[in-house]
Each structure stands twice: as C-alpha cells, then as structure tokens.
C-alpha cells in the first residue's frame, strides 16, 4: 500500500514508482473524477481515451458516466 498525505495547501505528492510507471512528469495536467465513492486521479495525455483502458474495471464506474464527466469538464473548460 502506498500512502501520501495532503498538505496545508491541499498539495497531493504522488509517489515516485507511480510518477515513473504512470509517465507523469513536471507539470502534467491530471484529470480528477468523482467516482461517487472516492476519487480516482487520471493522467491526461494527447488520446486520455485509450490510455485509461481498463482502470475501471472492478469498479462501479461505466464507461458511459467517465464520458459523460469528460464531456462535463470539456464544456466547463470552455465556459473559462
């Protein structure tokens, strides 16, 4: 189990083996969605689709509600 703690500031530190076995490097944009039961951290990259192939599976999140959060987040980034 790995475990990091939150700071003051809300600033989360993901640990190295993940950073290296994930390619999250200085700066990457994480995408955060509420599962509703917990949170679940995805690293955006050029195609987010395919490269989340399969992290839902044992989960109660569908395929159909992690587009419609997509969708969701797309539409307010475009409100900004």
Known sequence: MIVSS???KGQLV????LRQKYGIKPNSMMRWIDTG???????????S???SKGMLKDTNVSTKSYLKA???DKRLENIK
Do not use: A, R
């Open 70 to 72: 997509k969708e969701d």
């Open 49 to 51: 689709i395919s490269s």
């Open 37 to 47: 039961q917990g949170l679940m951290i995805v690293p955006l990259t050029d195609d």
């Open 6 to 8: 939150v700071s003051t």
């Open 14 to 17: 993901i640990p190295y083996k």
